[in-house]
């Protein structure tokens, strides 16, 4: 146990078994070491002429050292350098956590003004001042994605089970290579891409959310096949080899063991990729535009979106801007809690379609 | 049911490394023949090539002959789906499906081939299984439980039971005791005895004192030096060749003489 308990402990601290004891701060002298070291870097940054951003790094910088040194000389070096090291991954935490902080709060802050009944319920037809609703734009983009995810969601899941299952050599290489390309394509050469193939198919000034759709796909399926082919390389071998042995053929292995068995990496997967298209505004604004009116079929003319939405509300607003750009943030406050929604979706997916274990 | 298994002038390569070479051996119906020898010797590598499970892995080929009941197992009009079918197999390490309850394991190999059965006939198979496995009383009562919830012993026990489900006709085991505790390697020895009644048993083991326990025959697998093919050195009654082997290396290998 630790002797600095015992009254005027003789320094160095005498071990009294086989294991060196050293000495330890308070449990709180830490915290209230750091705390002491912001509030002399507030006051330092005040003399200098105070701002807010003087004030934190004064702050952190000497608040860090304060604790580092107040452990130098009572712990030793390795207690040290640990504390030192907690500050810094907290500080970058904390950093990390400050533009998602500050998102977030602006944007409650400036979208819950329209976030009432008429927003869910009213489109933009006919309305040019107050009032009106993203109530076509949050439709359209449901549709559109829905529509993304009934075409990449097969070819990206084919595609995996082909690269884990089947794909051997140079083929195998190159398809990896190929869609971790199209990972990294820009959003706006997806818009382009089905712009020109529907242009080729339907001619000049063709607008429909099914090219949306296709886009969106472009954006979608590289992420699928990446996530799906990550958790189907995590089912265990033996379990295919299980399957063979009792004389099932390949194709029913994969179809009946190993996808059952992946199941809920794959709905987590392919929630998170849905969450990464929804947002899209770039392709959507191309290939889709913009209606003010509620239109649902996405093979007849221009659907409403919800990013697309609030982009020209915003670079678009009539003679009562304030009304406009409410509704922009508001738009871009239910496209925030959509991404959440789908996030917690892929969280319950993973938890209740997981394997039980028993007991 | 059980089947004789006559192996001729086998040799077994992974891409371009041979792995084992050259093995003729007659495995005999309605007993148990074991298959001892050191680490990277071969001994598995024969017993997958023997219900074509070797080929699974990627470059892996065989050439040789494995004749059962007179057909070439690796015939060119041979399904190697067909030979599994024939050919059941245990793992070292036990492998229930951990999406299936017991029940649906037992009946795995039905169920995944969907061949359709009635309840009634399913319930059947699923105790005949279990009884045969010598695990019916133990989860009875909790059929529909998932199978990863079993200990390791038992779910040993349960893939036992799924693999007889199927009633093949040959059960190759590969190690299938070497992740268990002695009491449930009892277990699995005592129905290995009872099962060979009904079923051509080979079974790959690194406990000497099990080959000698159970098996009627046992082979000895080696290898001259590392990256070389492993080679079955002997293939005698069990008796004989833990008393009095031909081979000067099966004698050291069982007594502890080697390397």
Redesign the interface.
Known sequence: MSTDTRPAAPAPVQPRGPVRVERRLPRLAPLGLYLAGVALGAGLSALTGSSLSSTVVYGVVLGTLAVFLASRLVEGRRKATDRLVTCLVTTAFGVAMVPLVSLVWTVLDNGLARFDATFFSNSMFRVVGEGGGAYHAILGTLVITALATVISVPIGLMTAIYLVEYA?GRLKRAITFFVDVMTGIPSIVAGLFAFALFTLLFGNDVRLGVMGAVALSVLMIPVVVRSCEEVLKLV?N????????????KW??IV??VL??A?AGLGTGVTLAVARVVGETAPLLVTVGLITGTNLDPFDGRMATLPVFAYYQLTQPGTDTQAFLDRAWTAALVLIILVMALNVVARLISRFLA????? | MAKRIEVSDLDIYYGDFKAVEGVNVAIEPRSITALIGPSGCGKSTFLRSLNRMHEVIPGARVEGKVVMDGQDLYGADVDPVNVRRQIGMVFQRPNPFPTMSIYENVLAGNRLNSKRMKKAEADDVVERSLRGANLWNEVKDRLDRPGSGLSGGQQQRLCIARAIAVEPDVLLMDEPCSALDPISTLAIEDLMTELKDRFTIVIVTHNMQQAARVSESTGFFNLNGVGQPGRLIEFNPTEKIFSNPDEKATEDYISGRFG
């Open positions: 051997t265990p033996e379990l295919r080899e299980a399957s063979f042995a009792l004389g099932v053929p029913r292995t009946k063991v059952p068995t199941i394997p039980k274990t028993g007991h």
